[in-house]
């Protein structure tokens, strides 16, 4: 069975600053990861995806993953904060099949202040 | 050109009503997915299809039915609402070999 964990329910930085948010996954085969983000009443946004070629994966807006195996990590990375990624953030793992469904974390709440 | 739509986006009934939802992707995918966040914001699966097939079908109450009329289209039909089921809904699609999934902006049911 897969899952995943996310550390932190809720980080809060200063405009400007690095976002770190952390995620760990569980996968008895090699994992497709996923890091999502939800503004709020939208729907969900791919930010950036790892899916077995390079460890660092960038994606939009300035973020970027890296895929640690031997950590069982996935964080996200930002270098610098801007008041517009104040959001929810989704990490999601997949076990590759076509059609599997992709599992959630619970999800990290990031609060950005100026 | 919106690429999962779904409808209504907020949707307020009262228990015991039947309702449905409705989502449509113009993206080609050939697999949907229902996924219910609740007011905690976690995600998680109801139903997959895959070429109109149900493939995933989590433990959910048989009063949710999905129905696929073809891979472009999947609704979400529920039957006697209870308070419990209040949450927002979200449809998503992707394609055979790539788990992407592109998601819809979600309908907010509230059963009162």
């Known amino acids: 069975a897969q899952s995943v964990t996310q550390l932190g329910s809720h980080v809060s930085v200063s405009e400007g600053a690095l976002v770190l948010l952390r995620c760990n996954y569980s996968?008895?085969?090699?994992?497709?990861l996923f890091w999502y983000v939800q503004y709020p009443n939208q729907g969900l946004q791919l930010l950036l995806k790892y899916t077995s070629a390079a460890t660092l994966v960038k994606g939009i807006n300035g973020f970027e993953a890296e895929f640690k195996k031997s950590e069982t990590s996935f964080h996200l990375t930002k270098p610098s904060a801007h008041m517009s990624d104040a959001a929810e953030y989704f990490c999601a793992v997949s076990d590759q099949q076509a059609g599997t469904a992709l599992i959630f974390g619970k999800g990290t709440t990031l609060s950005v202040s100026s | 050109d919106t690429a999962v739509s779904q409808t209504p986006k907020y949707l307020v009934t009262q228990m015991g009503n039947d309702k449905s939802i409705k989502c449509e992707q113009n993206?080609?995918?050939?697999?949907m997915y229902w996924y219910k966040q609740d007011s905690k914001k976690f995600l998680k699966i109801m139903f997959s299809?895959?070429?109109?097939?149900?493939?995933i079908n989590e433990t959910v109450p048989n009063r949710f039915s999905p129905k696929s009329p073809d891979k472009a289209h999947l609704n979400l039909h529920i039957n006697s609402l209870e308070l419990g089921d209040s949450a927002v809904y979200f449809c998503a699609s992707s394609m055979q070999g790539n788990t992407e999934a592109f998601f819809g902006q979600g309908t907010r049911l509230t059963v009162v």
């Open positions: 993206l080609g995918h050939d697999t």
């Open positions: 996968s008895s085969v090699p994992p497709y």
């Open positions: 299809y895959n070429n109109k097939e149900l493939i």
